[in-house]
T-cell receptor
Framework: GAVVSQHPSWVICKSGTSVKIECRSL??????MFWYRQFPKQSLMLMAT?????????EQGVEKDKFLINHASLTLSTLTVTSAHPEDSSFYIC?????????????FGAGSRLTVL | GQQLNQSPQSMFIQEGEDVSMNCTSS?????WLWYKQDPGEGPVLLIA?????ELTSNGRLTAQFGITRKDSFLNISASIPSDVGIYFC?????????????FGQGTTLQVKP
C-alpha cells in the first residue's frame, strides 16, 4: 500500500534557527501533498497544499514566509520552519495522495514533533 | 469555513463494550473518512465511504455515510485495549476535488481491561 515517510520524527532546536522537515511518498508519485499542524489534544489543522512544480497554497492565517514549502519532485515535499520560536513547537504531519474523481485517499506520515527552546 | 462536529469528545468504556461516535456537518460532504491516531503518530485510515447510504465494515469497525451526506457514524464492536486512541472523522466537502480534508475534533477512546 501507499507509504508516506516523514523525517525527522522529532527535532529540538534553539530559538531563531530554521528547521526542515521532509515528507516522502515511498511507493507512489504524489501530485499533491498537504501539511498539517496539530497541537496537543487538538485536531489536525491544514497549513498548506503543496503542488509539485508550483507554489504552495497556504490556508488563511498561515505565514508563507514563516513556513516555506518546496515540492521539488513527485515524491518529496519539504516544510522549513524559519526563525523558529517556542510558539512554533508543535506536531507537524504531512499527507500525500493521488487525487482524481472517485476515490480520493490520502496517506499520512507519522509526523514530526518540533520543540523550540 | 466548513466544519465537522464530532461527538462524543471522549469515552471511557469497559473492554468488550460497543462504541459509537458520529460526525455531522451543516454542508454536504462527498467523501467521509475515519482515522485513528495513536500518541505521537500520524492518523491511520480505518474506513473510507464514498456514497450516500454506504455502510462499510472493517473487522470490528462499521461506518456509514449518511443519506443526507451531512453525517457519518463509526461503530466499534467488542472493544479491546488496543482500540485506545483518538478517532477522527474527516471529509472532502461538496464537489471539491482539491484534496483538502476537513477534520472533526476527534474522539478520545479509553478502554478499561
Amino acid at each position: 500500500g501507499a507509504v508516506v515517510s516523514q523525517h525527522p520524527s522529532w527535532v529540538i532546536c534553539k530559538s531563531g534557527t530554521s528547521v526542515k522537515i521532509e515528507c516522502r511518498s515511498l511507493d507512489f508519485q504524489a501530485t499533491t501533498m498537504f501539511w498539517y499542524r496539530q497541537f496537543p489534544k487538538q485536531s489536525l489543522m491544514l497549513m498548506a497544499t503543496s503542488n509539485e512544480g508550483s507554489k504552495a497554497t497556504y490556508e488563511q492565517g498561515v505565514e508563507k514566509d514563516k513556513f516555506l514549502i518546496n515540492h521539488a519532485s513527485l515524491t518529496l515535499s519539504t516544510l522549513t520552519v524559519t526563525s523558529a520560536h517556542p510558539e512554533d513547537s508543535s506536531f507537524y504531519i504531512c499527507s500525500a495522495g493521488r487525487l482524481g474523481a472517485g476515490a480520493n485517499v490520502l496517506t499520512f506520515g507519522a509526523g514530526s514533533r518540533l520543540t523550540v527552546l | 469555513g466548513q466544519q465537522l462536529n464530532q461527538s462524543p469528545q471522549s469515552m471511557f468504556i469497559q473492554e468488550g463494550e460497543d462504541v459509537s461516535m458520529n460526525c455531522t456537518s451543516s454542508s454536504i460532504f462527498n467523501t467521509w473518512l475515519w482515522y485513528k491516531q495513536d500518541p505521537g503518530e500520524g492518523p491511520v485510515l480505518l474506513i473510507a465511504l464514498y456514497k450516500a447510504g454506504e455502510l462499510t465494515s472493517n473487522g470490528r469497525l462499521t461506518a456509514q455515510f449518511g443519506i443526507t451526506r451531512k453525517d457519518s457514524f463509526l461503530n466499534i464492536s467488542a472493544s479491546i485495549p488496543s482500540d485506545v486512541g483518538i478517532y477522527f472523522c474527516a471529509g472532502f466537502p461538496g464537489s471539491s476535488n482539491t484534496g483538502k480534508l476537513i477534520f472533526g475534533q476527534g474522539t478520545t477512546l479509553q478502554v478499561k481491561p
